[in-house]
């Protein structure tokens, strides 16, 4: 490919432009807009506060509507794996509801719609920069499902492109914040540096330890310098991991 060219490869219109790569999947966003669904309310965010919330009083959907919220969760999945990572944490969510999907789940599932109809022209740029700055961001939301486990947020870029990005539910209950920020680190950092050995295999490139971005000054400390109260013997071998 030359510079300005343009390449569809799997529903992905791959352009080349000077120093970036641009992932447009503007078609599909369009298509997806013609799902079967009625009119769409424009959101400017993907989920509100209650996306983890389940009502169990919801109406189950008819297998019909079930069967097609179960095709537009999947095409939704396809999309945020290729150009639309902005959306992960709802479509990870929506995708544990679609064997009991209920009236609930299709009003979340019109929000995701209707936040990728308010910005269908958004396009994923991978662009150039250090290749051998790896960096990983750690996150954590606190106690936002029903059963009080935390949500772990995960992107890495090489550069100033996005290489990864994940969000999942932890499989612990964790008693405050800070706790469910080191868990979210713990169970990461492995990974992290695994990816960061693939990256310099790939780019045969001298292995650099990667840089791990967390927002959170107690666990940073915790790790960094030691001290402070952990309540927990598992909290404290996952400290000790991370140091």
Known sequence: MEIND????LGMQLILRPGAVIIDMVNSVER???CGEDALREFTSPAGKDIFSVDEKSQLLSEKDRKQFHTNVAKLLYLLKRARPDILTAIGFLCTRVTRATAQDKLKLRRVLGYLKQTKTRTLHFKLGDLRKFQMFVDAAFAPHPDAKSQTGVAGFMGKALLFAA???QKCVSKSPTDSEL??????IQFIELFAEFIAFITN???QSPMINEDCTAVSSLVTEGGGVVRT??????MELCK
Request: no cysteine; charged share 30%.
């Open 6 to 9: 343009s390449q569809l490869y």
């Open 32 to 34: 997806l807009m013609n």
């Open 167 to 169: 969000s999942r539910k």
């Open 183 to 188: 868990i979210a680190l713990s169970d990461n």
């Open 205 to 207: 490139t001298e292995y």
């Open 233 to 238: 013997k598992h909290l404290r071998v996952r």
